[in-house]
């Protein structure tokens, strides 16, 4: 799955807006619109820090599950 929709989907399953998005990942709100919207995409680093966010976020969920 694509990162922006990765990211699309977390957002819309933990109801979280574009600009707590943004500040969660430390991006400008217009950076996470412009992603959401298709007008740009993630560079690698960027990539690097969703993925690492994404992927700390399932953990916290697994582990608060226990």
Known sequence: MD???KLELYR???????????REISVNFSTVSRWLNG???PNKIQQYHIE???????NQRQHNKR
């Open 3 to 5: 990162i922006v929709k």
């Open 12 to 22: 819309l399953e933990n109801r979280v807006t574009q600009e707590e998005l943004a």
């Open 39 to 41: 007008k740009t995409k």
């Open 52 to 58: 690492k966010f994404l992927k700390g976020k399932v």
